[in-house]
């Protein structure tokens, strides 16, 4: 299947072109961390194609709008979808990209077309209905990983929450709506999940409130109300600290070293250019 993105560079004309990449989606953070002049050159060395990865199949993807300077990515997987690295990641690629509003897209390939006026619903998969990561047990050897792939769920109001854990190989679990809390009813219980997520939603069932966060992207990202008719559901987009207030005691991730983080970002790029 490849590790499949779409890159996309606007002229200072508004015109657009549209690359695609096989290989390209793990890394894309660390790519564009060599600057503008360096990304443009390596995307333009892509192959030029009018084929639009969907919702399903984007896996990351970049847009570097020459006249805004806009930048605008997003990836699945690499640094910048990774708890301990994210903030690091960010925070380099802004250095890197000095005059440039630098953007996560959170919807995927659907708000890069959106940014460009052109239909999301071109790069939708409606209809294939959910694939959800399962339930793991405490002590899975997942939860042993420095950044383990897997979303926290905790249910119920404060000091009261249950506290619960899936794979986050799939969709998040928010798609789910409300059917999410029969799924869980019965299911492995972890007390307290202090593992390094890169996705989560707190629900409260008494105040028919969820909030939920994610570190990549998740399809119709902004569309999630529509998935919980009844409740109230605010996208804290990545920010996870949101879901540490809401259930205290409950999701207690390790603390970010910042300076740690930058120097292992700085590494992993400079390591991925003397690979190229």
Same mark, same amino acid.
């Given at each position: ?133 399962? +339930?793991?047990? $405490? /002590? ?10 897997? #979303?926290?769920?905790? !249910?119920? @109001? ?86 540490? +207030?809401?259930? $205290? /005691? ?10 740690? #983080?930058?120097?292992? !970002?700085? @590494? ?9």
């Amino acid at each position: 299947m490849g590790d499949r993105a779409n890159f996309v560079v606007v002229r200072e004309s508004g015109e657009y072109e549209l690359y695609l990449s096989r290989f390209g989606a793990i890394g894309i953070d660390l790519d564009l961390l060599a600057g503008p002049a360096e990304a443009l050159s390596m995307v333009r060395h892509l192959r030029a194609v009018d084929w639009w990865l969907d919702d399903v199949h984007c896996q990351g993807a970049a847009l570097i709008d020459l006249g805004r300077k806009v930048l605008m990515l997003f990836a699945w997987e690499g640094p910048s979808a990774e708890m301990r690295h994210r903030a690091a990641t960010l925070e380099l690629l802004r250095e890197a990209w000095v005059g440039w509003d630098v953007r996560w897209m959170y919807d995927g390939p659907a708000e890069l077309r959106t940014y460009l006026g052109l239909d999301p619903e071109h790069v939708r998969a409606r209809g294939r209905g959910h694939a959800v990561g399962p +339930l793991l047990e $405490p /002590g899975d050897e997942e939860l042993a990983d420095p950044e383990p792939m897997v #979303a926290v769920v905790t !249910v119920g @109001a404060v000091g009261t929450e249950h506290c619960y854990v899936l794979a986050n190989v799939n969709d998040h679990p928010v798609r789910e709506g409300a059917a999410l809390l029969d799924r869980l009813a019965g299911g492995p219980e972890h007390g307290v999940c202090e593992a390094s997520a890169d996705a989560g939603i707190h629900v409260d069932p008494l105040r028919r409130r969820v909030g939920w966060w994610v570190l990549g992207a998740s399809a119709e990202a902004y569309e999630m109300p529509q998935r919980w008719p009844g409740w109230t559901v605010e996208f804290w987009q990545d920010r996870w600290e949101e879901h540490v +207030l809401a259930a $205290p /005691g409950r999701f207690s991730p390790p603390p970010v070293d910042r300076a740690r #983080a930058l120097a292992d !970002v700085r @590494a992993a790029a400079a390591e991925r250019r003397r690979e190229a």
